[in-house]
C-alpha cells in the first residue's frame, strides 16, 4: 500500500455565525487522483482553501500533514514550495499577455532585472507539449478557448514541480470532448506518479476518474468511497450527497401539448465582431405551449447566439428570419420589445449577465418588468416587497430575507432568483439557457420541478443545456445544433445520448473523433 | 432568553452603527473643532463653529458643493463614472449669466432660463458622446474642462464682470422672512417653518408605519423608528432656532431643500431611478432586463451639467462676481462629497442623503480649520487625509461585514 502523502485530521474552520468546516478527515495517497464531492456550501473550496494555505496555519483547528510534517502555510506561496498547487474554478490567467508569460507569471525566469525571454518561451514549449496542447507559447491568451486556457493553467502547474495538483471544477466550462481531453491528461500523469484531488460536480467524470471518492456533506466528511470496493454509481454518489436517495432525478410531469407559441424560420444572425461569420445559419425550429423543448450541441454550437438574436437582438449583427408569436409575426427590435411580446430569456450567465449581485433580492426580482410595480414611472414599494415575497415563497428560496444582497445567496438560490425575475415579468414563452449550470442536484430537481409548473400553466419552455441526461430527463422534444445549424430533431422516444451524438458527428463529418 | 436578546439588540445596534458611520463621524467632527477652538485657539463659545451666525454662513458657503454632489452622485452610480467638466461649466454658465445680466440688462428670470439651457445644452453635447458613443465619461469629461473653462475665458476677455442687480442677488441671498422684519417676528416665523415641516415628517412617517402595519410587512422595531424620527426633529428644530437667532431662514436653503428632496425621491421611489442602480450593479444584466442604460447614462450627464448651470446662478449671486476662475476645482469637491458620503467607486450604491452629508462633513472641515486660524495649504493636506481615510473606513468596514 502506497503511503499517504496528504492526510488532514479533524480540520474545523470557523467564520463569524458559521461553522463552514466541522471535524474533517481526509487522507490522499501518492499517486491517486482523489475526487471531492459534495453539494454547493458543503466546504469543499474551504477545505482546498485551508490545504493551501488561503486560510493560514491558525486560523483552522486540525492538522495539515503533507509528507509526514505538519504543515504551517501562512501564504499560497508556502504551499506552492512544496508542490501543492491549486487550480481554481475561476481560471487566473491575464487575457492580454501570451501563453508562455502566464505560465511563468510570479515565476519569471531569468534574473529581476533582466527576464530570459528565450528561456522562457522554450521551457513553456516544452510543458505545453506535456500536456497536449498545440499551440505557440506566443500566443495570447485571449485568443484560445476555454479548454486550451485550463491546459495552460496545468502546464503552469507543472512548471511550479506539482506534486500535488488541486482541480477545483476544472471542466464546469468544458465541453464533453475537451472534458475528456483533460480528464486523460490527468490518468496520463497519474500514470507518472502524480498525485491529484480533483472537485467536480459531474459525477460521470468523477466515476471515470477517481480512484477514491470523498463525500462532504454541511461540512463534514461523509465517507470515502474506493474504487474497486465500493459501488461507483452515480446513484450512489448522490445518496451519499444529500443523504437519501434521490429516486427520480427527474420529476413526473404530465404533458398538454397546445398550439405554437413560438415559431423561429430561417433565422439567420452574424457574429457582432467579424461580419460575415454566420453563428446562426438558417435555423428554424418551434416551441409549444406546455412543451419542454430541448436544445442540444456542443459548446460554441450558436444555442446561445439563436436565443440571443431572438430575445429583442440582444447579440450579433445582421439577424435576418421570421419569428412568429401565437401565430403572428413579429418584430422584436429591443429587449424591451421581446419582454412585452411576453418573451423571457434566463441567461447562462447568472452573475455576468442575469443578476445584480450587490442589490437585493428584492429589487432583482422586479427589475426586468417595473412597469408591474410603479405608475407614471413611480415605484410602489410596498406592491414591490408583496411580489418579491410572493415569489421568493413560490420558488422556495433560501435567504435570511427579501433585502439580503443576491450576492451572499448560493448559486442554486441565486439561480431561483433569477427564475423568480423572469417569472415576474409573466412571459408566455421562456429561453432557458442553462438552467442548472454549477448547481447541486437538490437544487436542479427543485428547479425541474418549477420548469413542469411553468408548463402545467401552458408555457412554453426552450432549454438550451450541454448535460445531456437533463435534456433527454425533461424534454418532450430535442433540437440538435451544430456550428449554427440545426441537425437534427429527435422526439422524447428517439432521443438518447447516442443518437444526439450521432446527429452532430454526421453534421459535422468529424471523422468520428468523439467518443461517446 | 435574555442573552438572545442581548445579543440580537447587539446587532441592531452594530447595524446602525455601520449604516451612519459618516452621520457619526460628522457628529463627532463637529464636537471636536468645537472643543479645539474653545480650549487651544481659546474663543468664546460666540465666535465657535455652532453658532447661528456661522451656521447661516456653512450653509450659504456650501450649497454649490451640495447641489453638485448631487448630481455627481448620479454619474458614479451609473458605474463610478465622475464628471471632470463640473468647474468649467460653472465659470461658463456665470459668464453667460454676466455677459446678459450686467452688461445686456437682460430680465433676470430670461437671463437665468437662458443659462439653464445653456447648461442642458452643454450636458447633452457631453452627454451624447459618452452614453450613444461610448467614449469614456473620463475623457470626455476631461476635454469639456479644457473646452468650457477656454470659452468662458474668451466671453470674459479675462476680466471679471461684477455688479449685479439687488433683485437678482437677493434671489439667493436673502433670508426669510425679508430683512425689514423684527428679531422677534423672525425667531417666530423659523420656529413655526420648522415645527409644521417636523409635523408634516412625522405624520407622513406614521401613516406609512401604519399602512405597512396593516399590510403585515416588516417594519423598523418601535425603538429604532422612534430614535430615528425624534433624532431628526430635534435637529430641526436646532437648525430653525439658530437660523431664527442669525437673520433668518436662508432662500438658498430652501433651493437646497428642493433639489434635495426631488433628487431623493427620484433615485429612491421612480423607475428610472432605479435604472441608474441597476446599470452602475451590473449593466449587462441591466440591459438584458430591457433597461434602455444609453438613455440612462444620457440622463445622468446632461443632468450634471443642468445642476451645474444651477450652481452656476448661486455662485455667481453669492460672490455677486463672473470670474474666468471660477469653479475652480469644484468637480473635486462634489467627487470628495459623494465618496465621503459612501457611494461605491464602481457604481451601484450611494444615496443622495450620503452625498449632502459628505458634503457638510467637508464644509464643516474647512470652516473648522478656518476659525482655528490654520493655513489654507495646511487645510488642503487634512483634506485630502480625509477623503482618504472616509473611503479606506467605509472599504474596510464593509469588507469586514460580510466574511466570505
Known amino acids: 500500500m502506497a503511503k499517504n502523502l496528504l492526510e488532514m485530521r479533524s480540520i474545523i474552520k470557523e467564520f463569524p455565525g458559521v461553522r463552514a468546516l466541522d471535524n474533517v478527515n481526509l487522507k490522499v495517497e501518492e499517486g491517486e487522483i482523489h475526487a471531492l464531492v459534495g453539494e454547493n456550501g458543503a466546504g469543499k473550496s474551504t477545505l482546498m482553501n485551508v490545504l493551501s494555505g488561503i486560510y493560514p496555519y491558525g486560523t483552522y483547528q486540525g492538522d495539515v500533514i503533507y509528507d509526514g510534517e505538519v504543515c504551517k502555510f501562512s501564504k499560497i506561496n508556502d504551499s506552492e514550495s512544496k508542490g501543492i498547487v491549486i487550480i481554481h474554478q475561476e481560471l487566473a490567467l491575464v487575457p492580454y499577455l501570451t501563453i508562455g508569460e502566464n505560465m511563468f507569471l510570479g515565476n519569471e525566469q531569468g534574473k529581476t532585472s533582466h527576464i530570459d525571454w528565450d528561456k522562457t518561451y522554450d521551457l513553456a514549449a516544452k510543458y505545453l507539449k506535456t500536456v497536449g496542447l498545440e499551440e505557440s507559447p506566443r500566443t495570447q491568451i485571449k485568443d484560445i478557448g476555454v479548454g486550451k486556457q485550463q491546459l495552460v493553467e496545468i502546464a503552469k502547474a507543472l512548471t511550479k514541480n506539482v506534486r500535488l495538483l488541486i482541480l477545483d471544477e476544472p471542466t464546469a466550462s468544458l465541453n464533453e470532448t475537451d472534458s475528456r481531453k483533460l480528464l486523460d491528461l490527468l490518468l496520463q500523469f497519474k500514470s507518472k506518479g502524480m498525485t491529484c484531488i480533483i472537485i467536480s460536480h459531474k459525477l460521470s467524470e468523477v466515476s471515470y476518474v477517481a480512484d477514491k471518492i470523498t463525500i462532504i456533506r454541511d461540512g463534514a466528511t461523509i465517507e470515502t468511497l474506493v474504487k474497486g470496493v465500493d459501488d461507483f454509481h452515480e446513484e450512489r454518489i448522490i445518496k451519499g450527497m444529500v443523504g437519501r436517495e434521490l429516486v427520480d432525478r427527474f420529476p413526473k410531469r404530465e404533458s398538454h401539448i397546445g398550439d405554437v407559441a413560438m415559431e423561429v424560420r430561417d433565422w439567420c444572425a452574424e457574429h457582432p465582431t467579424y461580419a460575415g461569420r454566420m453563428v446562426c445559419n438558417h435555423v428554424s425550429l418551434n416551441v409549444r405551449r406546455g412543451e419542454i423543448v430541448g436544445v442540444s450541441g456542443l459548446m460554441g454550437a450558436g444555442r446561445t447566439e439563436l436565443a440571443m438574436s431572438i430575445f429583442g437582438r440582444s447579440y450579433g449583427t445582421n439577424i435576418r428570419g421570421t419569428l412568429l408569436l401565437n401565430g403572428r409575426e413579429v418584430h422584436l427590435r429591443s429587449v424591451t420589445d421581446a419582454i412585452n411580446h411576453k418573451l423571457a430569456y434566463v441567461t447562462e450567465d447568472r452573475k455576468g449577465n442575469g443578476l445584480i449581485l450587490s442589490e437585493s433580492i428584492r429589487q432583482n426580482t422586479t427589475l426586468a418588468r417595473m412597469e408591474r410595480i410603479s405608475r407614471h414611472q413611480i415605484l410602489d414599494k410596498d406592491l414591490e416587497i408583496k411580489y418579491a415575497n410572493e415569489y421568493k415563497d413560490i420558488l422556495r428560496t433560501k435567504c435570511s430575507g427579501i433585502e439580503q444582497n443576491v450576492g451572499n445567496l448560493s448559486g442554486g438560490n441565486q439561480q431561483k432568483i433569477l427564475l423568480s425575475k423572469w417569472m415576474f415579468a409573466e412571459p408566455d414563452v421562456l429561453i432557458l439557457d442553462e438552467p442548472t449550470r454549477g448547481i447541486d442536484v437538490g437544487a436542479k430537481y427543485e428547479i425541474y420541478c418549477i420548469m413542469n409548473d411553468l408548463v402545467s400553466q401552458g408555457k412554453a419552455v426552450l432549454m438550451i443545456s450541454s448535460e445531456m441526461p437533463e435534456l433527454l430527463g425533461m424534454c418532450d422534444r430535442i433540437y440538435v445544433m451544430n456550428e449554427g445549424s440545426v441537425v437534427g430533431e429527435l422526439t422524447h422516444e428517439q432521443a438518447s445520448q447516442e443518437t444526439i451524438m450521432a446527429c452532430i458527428l454526421k453534421s459535422s463529418g468529424n471523422k468520428g473523433a468523439m467518443a461517446v | ?404
Not at chain 2, 58 to 77: D, E, H, K, R, W
Not at chain 2, 122 to 128: E, R
Not at chain 2, 217 to 237: H, P, R
Open chain 2, 1 to 404: 432568553m435574555t442573552e438572545t436578546k442581548n445579543k440580537s439588540a447587539a446587532r441592531t445596534l452594530s447595524g446602525f452603527l455601520k449604516k451612519n458611520t459618516m452621520v457619526i463621524a460628522l457628529v463627532l467632527v463637529t464636537l471636536l473643532f468645537e472643543i479645539l477652538i474653545m480650549t487651544v485657539a481659546h474663543k468664546p463659545a460666540s465666535q465657535a463653529l455652532l453658532t447661528p451666525a456661522n451656521i447661516s454662513n456653512l450653509i450659504s458657503q456650501n450649497s454649490y458643493v451640495v447641489i453638485l454632489a448631487v448630481g455627481m452622485l448620479l454619474c458614479i452610480l451609473t458605474g463610478g463614472n465622475i464628471d471632470l467638466s463640473v468647474g468649467s461649466i460653472v465659470a461658463l454658465v456665470g459668464a453667460v449669466a454676466g455677459t446678459l445680466i450686467v452688461n445686456m440688462h437682460m430680465d433676470i428670470w430670461l437671463a437665468m432660463i437662458i443659462c439653464l439651457l445653456v447648461g442642458l445644452a452643454i450636458g447633452a453635447w457631453q452627454a451624447y458622446w459618452i452614453a450613444y458613443i461610448r467614449i469614456p465619461p473620463f475623457i470626455v469629461t476631461l476635454a469639456g474642462m479644457l473646452l468650457w473653462r477656454g470659452l468662458a475665458q474668451i466671453i470674459l476677455n479675462g476680466l471679471t464682470i461684477s455688479g449685479y442687480p439687488e433683485t437678482y442677488l437677493n434671489l439667493f441671498n436673502s433670508y426669510v422672512p425679508g430683512g425689514s422684519a423684527g428679531k422677534g417676528t423672525i425667531l417666530t416665523v423659523t420656529l413655526v417653518i420648522g415645527i409644521v415641516l417636523c409635523a408634516v415628517y412625522l405624520a407622513a412617517q406614521f401613516m406609512n408605519r401604519a399602512k405597512r402595519k396593516r399590510n403585515n410587512y416588516e417594519t423598523q422595531s418601535a425603538f429604532m423608528f422612534w430614535g430615528k424620527n425624534a433624532a431628526l426633529c430635534v435637529l430641526i428644530l436646532a437648525l430653525s432656532l439658530m437660523l431664527g437667532n442669525h437673520k433668518g431662514l436662508p432662500t438658498i436653503l430652501i433651493l437646497l431643500a428642493v433639489i434635495v428632496l426631488v433628487y431623493g425621491y427620484y433615485t429612491q421611489n421612480t423607475v428610472p431611478g432605479r435604472h441608474l442602480y441597476a446599470m452602475g450593479g451590473n449593466e449587462k444584466a441591466a440591459k438584458l432586463s430591457g433597461i434602455n442604460t444609453n438613455r440612462t447614462m444620457f440622463f445622468a450627464y446632461t443632468n450634471m451639467a443642468f445642476l451645474s448651470a444651477v450652481a452656476a446662478l448661486v455662485v455667481t449671486a453669492r460672490f455677486n462676481s463672473a470670474a474666468p476662475s471660477a469653479g475652480n476645482s469644484y468637480e473635486m469637491d462634489a467627487i470628495g462629497a459623494c465618496f465621503i458620503g459612501g457611494a461605491s467607486a464602481y457604481g451601484g450604491t450611494g444615496t443622495v442623503g450620503g452625498a449632502v452629508i459628505g458634503a457638510v462633513f467637508m464644509g464643516v472641515i474647512n470652516n473648522g480649520m478656518s476659525i482655528l486660524g490654520i493655513d489654507a495649504n495646511w487645510q488642503k493636506v487634512v483634506k485630502g487625509l480625509v477623503l482618504l481615510a472616509a473611503v479606506i473606513f467605509d472599504v474596510v468596514s464593509k469588507r469586514r461585514a460580510q466574511p466570505e
